[in-house]
């Protein structure tokens, strides 16, 4: 229900992918985040963690061979 | 998934630009670089198609990762107008939770409680006269 902020691999400040997120989409191995303003970022990985009491969330990114 | 890209030669409808992202063919991920010409607007983020030289087709998503330093194709909205958009978000997301408690009071005086019926409708009462302060300030903020 309340917008949130998605990390990435960690929950650290620097590792904030996107503030304001909500709707978060897993398809395909890509989790696409979209933001208030529609502003969408893609991500290759997977939703690791979502605590919609907090509104954080946390995107394992995909281990590049 | 790579996030930023060099330019080759600029402009907003055809340009070619270099960048590096994963991508996997056959069950295999790996990375490389690769150029390509594509014609569509600049906008972020923007997804296309590209076609690699072993016949192989994908799509994928450029972003900017909301950084605005030195970005080259600036965002439609600006920093106030992002504002606005939160608080009317807020003050709308705050009256969907004072319908909530509203239905949980009822819920209080379904169980049994009526004084905590009245004390949480007291309370839902003060919740909507703080989000109706918001709402003039929105409201003003979206006539400036």
Redesign the interface.
């Given at each position: 229900?309340?917008?949130s902020t998605v990390y990435k691999n960690t929950l650290t400040p620097e590792t904030v992918?996107?503030?304001?997120v909500m709707r978060i989409e897993c398809k395909d191995g890509?989790v696409?985040l979209t933001d208030?303003?529609e502003?969408?970022?893609?991500?290759?990985g997977t939703l690791e963690m979502a605590n919609l009491v907090d509104g954080v969330a946390i995107v394992k990114e995909?281990e590049?061979? | 998934m790579h996030i930023d890209h060099d330019h080759v030669a600029g402009g907003a409808a055809e340009h070619t630009h270099t960048h590096t992202h994963a991508h996997t063919h056959d069950g295999v991920t790996h990375t490389h670089e690769h150029s390509h010409v594509h014609s569509h607007d600049h906008d972020d983020p923007h997804t296309h198609e590209h076609l690699h030289g072993d016949g192989q087709e994908h799509t994928h998503t450029h972003s900017c990762d909301s950084n605005c330093a030195g970005c080259q194709t600036p965002c439609e909205h600006t920093p106030m107008e992002e504002l606005v958009a939160l608080m009317k978000y807020m003050v709308g997301h705050n009256a969907a939770h004072a319908k909530e408690l509203a239905d949980l009071a009822v819920q209080l005086e379904q169980a049994g409680s009526h004084t905590a019926y009245e004390q949480v409708m007291a309370a839902v009462s003060d919740f909507e006269k703080g989000n109706m302060r918001l709402s003039v300030v929105l409201s003003s903020l979206e006539h400036e």
């Open positions: 229900m309340c917008l992918v996107m503030k304001n890509v696409i208030l303003m502003r969408q970022m893609a991500i290759e995909s590049v061979a | -």
